[in-house]
T-cell receptor, first 114, second 114 residues
Framework: KAGVTQTPRYLIKTRGQQVTLSCSPISGHRSVSWYQQTPGQGLQFLFE???????NKGNFPGRFSGRQFSNSRSEMNVSTLELGDSALYLC?????????????FGPGTRLTVT | QKEVEQDPGPLSVPEGAIVSLNCTYSNSAFQYFMWYRQYSRKGPELLMYTYSSGNKEDGRFTAQVDKSSKYISLFIRDSQPSDSATYLCAMSAMNNNAGNMLTFGGGTRLMVKP
């Protein structure tokens, strides 16, 4: 069974631009969560989607947004990029929302903002 | 102070040693406790999870949870150079507000020397 896939794997953007990252969950998984990983703050929860609805959101500014499509694929968008947004963005999927203990991560998208 | 604390290391051990990795936490609502392994430039890989207090064993890995002390541990027996990675503990409150949100420790970097 294929794992979680994320595209693109690497991205370089300029401050002020916007970016869209994509995540395809494991086949049959309907819940998708996004995390930001930085050396200083570690892994921090961004948001979670299930059945095209955002169920939970972490403590990030409104510049960070996401959505989920009917096939469970998810995208996240960051507008007006700042240097501090440089990070590894990870997507995790699970069968449904009440299985936090069975979340599987993708390889991540490494975003560099210059 | 962070909700989940983890010594960043690095922890350097000889091949074959028993490794002990630990996390402390402050949120008594946490019910599920996970351990992830992350190799450089990869996404976290789920190793095992434990519900509430107790022990769980899987091959060379043993997870322990002591909710009274808010302390969890991961033991690795017969450590191998291939175990060299960053180990992340993660926790979930498992309620309607938390959904699948995981709260991570900062990770401990482990190096197993041949």
């Amino acid at each position: 069974k294929a794992g979680v896939t994320q595209t693109p794997r690497y991205l370089i953007k300029t401050r002020g631009q916007q970016v869209t990252l994509s995540c395809s969950p494991i086949s049959g998984h309907r819940s998708v969560s996004w995390y930001q990983q930085t050396p200083g703050q570690g892994l921090q929860f961004l948001f979670e989607y299930f059945s095209e609805t955002q169920r939970n959101k972490g403590n990030f500014p409104g510049r960070f947004s996401g959505r989920q499509f009917s096939n469970s694929r998810s995208e996240m968008n960051v507008s007006t990029l700042e240097l501090g947004d440089s990070a590894l963005y990870l997507c995790a999927s699970s069968l449904n929302p009440d299985r936090p203990y069975e979340q599987y991560f993708g390889p991540g998208t490494r975003l560099t903002v210059t | 102070q962070k909700e989940v604390e983890q010594d960043p290391g690095p922890l350097s051990v000889p091949e074959g040693a028993i490794v002990s990795l630990n996390c402390t936490y402050s949120n008594s609502a946490f019910q599920y406790f996970m351990w992830y392994r992350q190799y450089s430039r990869k996404g976290p890989e789920l190793l095992m999870y434990t519900y509430s207090s107790g022990n769980k064993e899987d091959g060379r890995f043993t997870a322990q949870v002591d909710k009274s002390s808010k302390y969890i541990s991961l033991f690795i027996r017969d450590s191998q150079p291939s175990d060299s990675a960053t180990y992340l503990c993660a926790m979930s409150a498992m309620n309607n507000n938390a959904g699948n949100m995981l709260t991570f420790g900062g990770g401990t970097r482990l190096m197993v020397k041949p």
